[in-house]
């Protein structure tokens, strides 16, 4: 089991940055591909960005935040991060920091959240 630890939420004015972190801790060994998600209230939960873990190399951009949002991550400190610039509005959710291990078809580890929001 890996287990997620989220922090780095906070109130931010549009246009604003904020940066999440998540710690990752256990079988980290065994993660594959590491994911930021976020639910809006009234929302159904999305994929923001993800990347893989092993090499950093490979990562995936939702279309709505490209250009805006950075995921990285810190192989030596089990921890990666999502940057988020020039923050929206429609920005505001709760993130969330999920892992997918080799093999598994989808990601089924899961931090408690951090809310974002972002006032216009």
């Known amino acids: 089991q890996v287990q997620l630890v989220e922090s780095g939420g906070g109130l931010v004015q549009a246009g604003g940055s904020l940066r999440l972190s998540c710690a990752a801790s256990g079988r980290t060994f065994g993660i594959y591909t590491m994911g930021w998600f976020r639910q809006a209230p009234g929302k159904e939960r999305e994929l923001v960005a993800s990347?893989?873990?092993?090499?950093?190399?490979?990562?995936y951009y939702q279309d709505s935040v490209k250009g805006r949002f950075t995921i990285s991550r810190d192989n030596a400190k089990n921890t990666v991060y999502l940057q988020m610039n020039s923050l929206k509005s429609e920005d505001t959710a709760v993130y969330y920091c999920?892992?997918?291990?080799?093999?598994?078809?989808?990601?089924?580890?899961w931090g408690q959240g951090t809310q974002v929001t972002v006032s216009s």
């Open positions: 990347i893989d873990w092993n090499s950093g190399s490979s990562t």
């Open positions: 999920s892992a997918r291990g080799f093999g598994a078809a989808d990601f089924g580890s």
